[in-house]
């Protein structure tokens, strides 16, 4: 050792160095053997649920990475790479770990495929991966993780685990907890794949204790909707994706803050039947519990009347697939579209309700004495039958000639064709030998004959101008078009002046000539049956010949039965320009 001493006092700072390395060995980070894995969830996961797969590359760096086949799984995000690096009881290590999330399909074994790294001097392959795909639970009960997990949960559930088509459910996000919950965040909600969905506002948030499995859990709702099945059979409800903020017990919660755990629901099945056959005629399309009033304007009126039916109706069912009552009326008696007075849709703690005012317009023909009776007709799913609701009394209209009566345009088929005009040969037969004698009747005959002789050389001109032999009748039609045109477009002008009345009045005669026109029949003589009838046998399409109709029963309405309406007029002209630009596309 003294030697030793004495060696250090001639060496320098170098050789002082690696003496004490030499002396005092120590422990160099050793580097493993590079490892590639996969990993899954290893309990069944439920029908529609999300869940997570990864692939850790260790000890060594990927220069590329080649993803799995899934095989039937859908992948929602990914790949997502994270990289760490360090030391461990004086060894290093290097992951690499790629993550996806995926949701599973139907019910099932997948089979994940083998996934790749490169390194560069070698290829390495990880394990393929087994996922057991579980049915959705039935929607009305809650399904607790089973293992500590439990402490904590949330739930998708429906009210009922069997549905009519179009019957109101409720569906629920519920909370489960153990534990001291500050707040929450909804991350994502399931799809609702064949059903209407309303969001609802008001449904109660307070806790409430339920027991499951012998373990007492704070309850609360997060969220409500009402769902309407659109179409019967299994459908499924997905899954939904909640964020809740866990407290600390004793004084970490003040000093750390809440943790953020995110939670998913399992997702639900519903069985939906369709409604039972044979479906009523008069059926709305309403599945709920409906009620309604009718009241009529007049039980006595003359044939210039209108009578003014109201009806207002509630109900819990779909809106959108309500249709309005339709009324079978008596031969005599006219109804039209009814107009929605007014309409509402609201929450009652319980469900949406929707309702609705019309007023339906009924014009008398004819004289008499006339009896009908309303009817709703709706499906009730708590007793599984169509019901229908009728007035308590017949409606009874006793209607009176007016004075205008029987001078209505009489139908098409009931108009006597005109008789022929009466011959003048027979008159003038017996003149003529008394004319032969005369110069001025072999004057005027050659004049007539020079006449006609003019006449049809004129003819034949646009023949030798090439010009179409019908290009004169043509061109009749074409003015005959046009001044009925400059009818309807100066019927614009009378929107300014707001007298709804002569709008409409001069909007059905226009309309009428215009049609007249174009079907070559006489504007006095055309009904809307008969144009109906006219315009199908040209191939006109349905749609633009409904828009004439119901612009020709809109404008009836206004000068007949007093339903002008100021602040319809320009939408009223504005349909029926389209319908004539329609009409004329059609007829070209």
């Given at each position: 050792?003294?030697?030793?001493?004495?060696?250090?006092?001639?060496?320098?700072?170098?050789?002082?160095?690696?003496?004490?390395?030499?002396?005092?060995?120590?422990?160099?980070?050793?580097?493993?053997?590079?490892?590639?894995e996969s990993s899954g969830p290893t309990r069944e996961v439920p029908e529609g649920s999300r869940f997570e797969v990864a692939f850790t590359l260790k000890n060594t760096v990927a220069k590329r990475f080649i993803p799995p086949d899934f095989k039937g799984l859908r992948v929602l995000t990914?790949?997502?790479?994270?990289?760490?690096?360090?030391?461990?009881?004086?060894?290093?290590?290097?992951?690499?770990?790629?993550?996806?999330?995926?949701?599973?399909?139907?019910?099932?074994?997948?089979?994940?495929?083998?996934?790749?790294?490169?390194?560069?001097?070698?290829?390495?392959?990880?394990?393929?991966?087994?996922?057991?795909?579980?049915?959705?639970?039935?929607?009305?009960?809650?399904?607790?993780?089973?293992?500590?997990?439990?402490?904590?949960?949330?739930?998708?559930?429906?009210?009922?685990?069997?549905?009519?088509?179009?019957?109101?459910?409720?569906?629920?996000?519920?909370?489960?907890?153990?534990?001291?919950?500050?707040?929450?965040?909804?991350?994502?909600?399931?799809?609702?794949?064949?059903?209407?969905?309303?969001?609802?506002?008001?449904?109660?948030?307070?806790?409430?204790?339920?027991?499951?499995?012998?373990?007492?859990?704070?309850?609360?709702?997060?969220?409500?909707?009402?769902?309407?099945?659109?179409?019967?059979?299994?459908?499924?409800?997905?899954?939904?994706?909640?964020?809740?903020?866990?407290?600390?017990?004793?004084?970490?919660?003040?000093?750390?803050?809440?943790?953020?755990?995110?939670?998913?629901?399992?997702?639900?099945?519903?069985?939906?039947?369709?409604?039972?056959?044979?479906?009523?005629?008069?059926?709305?399309?309403?599945?709920?519990?409906?009620?309604?009033?009718?009241?009529?304007?007049?039980?006595?009126?003359?044939?210039?009347?209108?009578?003014?039916?109201?009806?207002?109706?509630?109900?819990?069912?779909?809106?959108?697939?309500?249709?309005?009552?339709?009324?079978?009326?008596?031969?005599?008696?006219?109804?039209?579209?009814?107009?929605?007075?007014?309409?509402?849709?609201?929450?009652?703690?319980?469900?949406?309700?929707?309702?609705?005012?019309?007023?339906?317009?009924?014009?008398?023909?004819?004289?008499?004495?006339?009896?009908?009776?309303?009817?709703?007709?709706?499906?009730?799913?708590?007793?599984?039958?169509?019901?229908?609701?009728?007035?308590?009394?017949?409606?009874?209209?006793?209607?009176?000639?007016?004075?205008?009566?029987?001078?209505?345009?009489?139908?098409?088929?009931?108009?006597?064709?005109?008789?022929?005009?009466?011959?003048?040969?027979?008159?003038?037969?017996?003149?003529?030998?008394?004319?032969?004698?005369?110069?001025?009747?072999?004057?005027?005959?050659?004049?007539?004959?020079?006449?006609?002789?003019?006449?049809?050389?004129?003819?034949?001109?646009?023949?030798?101008?090439?010009?179409?032999?019908?290009?004169?009748?043509?061109?009749?039609?074409?003015?005959?078009?046009?001044?009925?045109?400059?009818?309807?477009?100066?019927?614009?002008?009378?929107?300014?002046?707001?007298?709804?009345?002569?709008?409409?009045?001069?909007?059905?005669?226009?309309?009428?000539?215009?049609?007249?026109?174009?079907?070559?029949?006489?504007?006095?003589?055309?009904?809307?049956?008969?144009?109906?009838?006219?315009?199908?046998?040209?191939?006109?399409?349905?749609?633009?010949?409904?828009?004439?109709?119901?612009?020709?029963?809109?404008?009836?309405?206004?000068?007949?039965?007093?339903?002008?309406?100021?602040?319809?007029?320009?939408?009223?002209?504005?349909?029926?320009?389209?319908?004539?630009?329609?009409?004329?596309?059609?007829?070209?």
């Open positions: 050792m003294r030697q030793l001493l004495q060696k250090r006092k001639n060496t320098g700072p170098a050789a002082v160095l690696a003496l004490v390395f030499f002396l005092c060995p120590v422990a160099l980070p050793a580097q493993e053997a590079p490892v590639f990914g790949p997502s790479e994270l990289r760490s690096a360090g030391f461990v009881n004086g060894k290093s290590y290097n992951h690499q770990t790629w993550t996806y999330e995926l949701e599973a399909g139907a019910p099932g074994s997948y089979t994940i495929g083998s996934a790749a790294v490169q390194t560069g001097a070698q290829t390495l392959r990880a394990q393929p991966l087994v996922v057991r795909v579980g049915k959705a639970r039935p929607g009305r009960m809650p399904s607790p993780p089973s293992g500590p997990a439990d402490q904590l949960f949330i739930s998708g559930e429906l009210d009922r685990a069997t549905a009519w088509q179009g019957q109101q459910l409720r569906f629920q996000i519920k909370l489960y907890t153990q534990a001291s919950v500050s707040d929450y965040d909804i991350l994502d909600l399931p799809a609702f794949e064949g059903f209407f969905s309303q969001e609802r506002r008001r449904f109660d948030t307070r806790t409430q204790y339920q027991t499951i499995r012998g373990k007492r859990y704070a309850v609360r709702i997060l969220y409500e909707l009402s769902l309407y099945p659109q179409q019967a059979g299994d459908l499924r409800i997905g899954a939904a994706r909640v964020r809740v903020g866990v407290e600390q017990p004793g004084s970490l919660s003040a000093l750390l803050g809440s943790i953020p755990v995110v939670l998913q629901t399992q997702p639900v099945q519903l069985k939906v039947k369709p409604l039972p056959e044979p479906v009523p005629k008069a059926f709305t399309g309403g599945v709920g519990v409906y009620k309604w009033r009718v009241t009529a304007d007049k039980d006595t009126l003359s044939t210039d009347d209108a009578l003014a039916l109201t009806v207002a109706l509630e109900g819990n069912g779909d809106a959108r697939s309500f249709a309005h009552p339709r009324f079978d009326l008596p031969g005599g008696l006219e109804g039209f579209e009814p107009r929605t007075v007014e309409q509402e849709e609201y929450e009652t703690g319980e469900s949406f309700v929707h309702t609705r005012t019309l007023e339906y317009v009924i014009l008398p023909r004819r004289p008499g004495v006339y009896t009908f009776t309303p009817e709703l007709v709706y499906f009730d799913p708590d007793s599984n039958k169509y019901r229908s609701l009728q007035t308590e009394q017949p409606v009874r209209l006793r209607v009176a000639p007016g004075p205008t009566y029987g001078q209505q345009t009489a139908p098409l088929d009931t108009i006597a064709a005109p008789p022929p005009a009466p011959s003048a040969i027979s008159l003038v037969w017996n003149k003529v030998p008394g004319w032969l004698g005369a110069p001025w009747f072999w004057g005027t005959l050659a004049g007539v004959a020079l006449i006609w002789a003019a006449a049809f050389l004129y003819r034949l001109r646009p023949a030798a101008s090439g010009a179409p032999a019908a290009a004169i009748d043509d061109r009749r039609v074409k003015l005959s078009l046009k001044s009925m045109r400059t009818r309807f477009l100066g019927v614009q002008k009378l929107i300014q002046q707001g007298d709804a009345r002569v709008l409409y009045h001069e909007l059905l005669k226009a309309l009428q000539g215009y049609v007249a026109v174009r079907l070559g029949a006489e504007p006095f003589i055309l009904t809307k049956e008969y144009m109906e009838e006219q315009l199908t046998e040209r191939r006109v399409p349905a749609a633009t010949t409904g828009k004439i109709t119901r612009v020709w029963q809109k404008c009836e309405q206004a000068v007949f039965a007093g339903q002008a309406a100021v602040a319809g007029m320009h939408a009223t002209w504005e349909e029926a320009e389209t319908a004539l630009q329609e009409l004329d596309a059609a007829l070209k």
